[in-house]
C-alpha cells in the first residue's frame, strides 16, 4: 500500500508518500481498500500539531473516507467482501488502504458515489446534529448559516432547508454567495465586503434570525451573536478562522439566548442510536436530491499536499475530495 506519513506534525511540509506493508486485519477489523477520502478542516490542524487530537508519530492523517471491503479479520460478519463503506476516523485516510474496526464502518447507502459517500458522514453528521438535535430548528424558523460556502457549511444550508427553514447565508465571497443562492440559500451575505449585523436588520425585519450555525469562530462571533433574535441557539460548531473568540456573557442574558456547544465525534460515540437515526434520515434526503455534497475538486490522492494549500487559501467551494482512482476532477 501507498500513503501519505507524517513523521513530525510540523506541517504540510513534513508529508511524505511512502510504500507500507498493507495491514492485516485482526480481530473484529477490516481491510478497506480506499477508493476517495475528503480533507476537513481539522486534517490540516493535525498535521500542524494545533488539534486537540494529538496522534503519535508517525502517522497516516485523515480522517474520512470511502472504499471497498477487502478482507475481514476474525469475528466480523455484518460486514462482506466487496462491499463499499464509508468511515471516519481519527487517522489513515490518505492512503489506498485502511484498517478499522467494523463497528466504525458504515454501508455506503445505495447510488451514492464513493467521492460522495467520502463527503457525507461527517460534513452532513455534523450538520444535522447540530441543527437537528442542538438546535431543534423548526420549519418556518430563520437560520444563518456562517462560513456557507464551505464543506459543514453547504451542509447546513440544504438540511435547514430539508427542514423548511429560512435560511441566510454568509460567506467570504461573491463565488461562495452565489454557491449558495444555488443551493437554495433565501438570502446570501458577503460578509468580506459587507457589514453582517447591519445586512441582517432588513433581512430579519429586526428580530434576528432564530437560530446561528457557526464552523468558522474568529471575529465573527461577536457581531453575528448580536444580531440573534430572542430564545436564539447560537451553535458553536468550529472555529475555521483561526481563533476561538471571547463572547461578553451579558449577550445571551440580554437575549435569553442559548449559545450551544455541538461535538459530532463525541455524540456518535455517546449516543448511537441517534446517530443512526439521524444517518438514516440523511442517507433518505440523498435518494430524493434533498442534500447532495458539494465538491469543490477532485484530485489523486499523490496530489494532498495541492489540496491541503486550497484548503488554507479558503477557496474551496464545499470539500475538496482525493481519489485512489487516476485523473483530476472538479466538480461545480
Not at 12 to 27: G, H, I, K, Q, S
Not at 74 to 102: K, W, Y
Not at 159 to 167: D, M, P, Q
Amino acid at each position: 500500500m501507498h500513503a501519505w506519513q507524517c513523521p513530525d506534525p510540523t506541517g504540510v511540509d513534513a508529508l511524505r508518500w511512502v510504500e507500507l506493508p498493507t495491514p492485516v486485519p485482526a480481530a473484529g477489523e477490516v481491510l478497506v481498500a480506499i477508493r476517495a477520502a475528503s480533507l476537513n478542516f481539522p486534517d490540516l490542524l493535525v498535521v500542524h500539531g494545533k488539534y486537540q487530537f494529538k496522534p503519535t508519530p508517525p502517522f497516516i492523517p485523515g480522517a474520512e473516507y470511502a472504499g471497498v471491503v477487502q478482507a475481514l479479520g476474525p469475528g466480523v460478519e455484518r460486514l462482506t467482501i466487496g462491499q463499499p463503506v464509508m468511515a471516519v476516523a481519527l487517522t489513515g485516510a490518505f492512503a489506498t488502504h485502511a484498517c478499522a474496526p467494523a463497528g466504525q464502518l458504515v454501508p455506503v447507502p445505495s447510488g451514492m458515489s464513493f467521492e460522495d459517500a467520502a463527503s457525507f458522514l461527517m460534513t452532513y453528521g455534523t450538520s444535522h446534529h447540530a441543527l437537528v438535535d442542538r438546535a431543534a430548528l423548526k420549519a418556518g424558523e430563520t437560520v444563518l448559516v456562517l462560513g456557507a460556502g464551505g464543506g459543514v457549511g453547504t451542509a447546513a444550508v440544504q438540511i435547514a432547508k430539508a427542514l423548511g427553514a429560512r435560511v441566510i447565508a454568509a460567506a467570504s465571497s461573491d463565488e461562495k454567495v452565489a454557491l449558495c443562492r444555488k443551493l437554495g440559500a433565501d438570502e446570501a451575505i458577503n460578509y468580506a465586503t459587507t457589514n453582517l449585523r447591519e445586512a441582517l436588520k432588513p433581512l430579519t425585519g429586526g428580530r434576528g434570525p432564530d437560530v446561528i450555525y457557526d464552523p468558522v469562530g474568529g471575529d465573527l462571533a461577536e457581531p453575528a451573536f448580536r444580531s440573534i433574535g430572542w430564545r436564539g441557539r447560537y451553535l458553536v460548531v468550529g472555529f475555521a478562522q483561526g481563533t476561538i473568540p471571547s463572547l461578553p456573557l451579558n449577550l445571551p442574558l440580554l437575549k435569553g439566548a442559548s449559545l450551544v456547544g455541538v461535538f459530532w465525534g463525541e455524540f456518535v460515540k455517546r449516543e448511537p442510536a441517534a446517530f443512526a437515526r439521524g444517518l438514516a434520515e440523511l442517507a433518505d434526503w440523498y435518494r430524493a436530491g434533498r442534500v447532495d455534497p458539494v465538491l469543490d475538486r477532485i484530485l489523486p490522492m499523490e496530489r494532498l499536499p495541492a489540496a491541503f494549500a486550497r484548503m488554507a487559501s479558503r477557496a474551496a467551494l464545499g470539500k475538496i475530495v482525493l481519489s485512489n482512482a487516476a485523473g483530476d476532477a472538479a466538480r461545480a
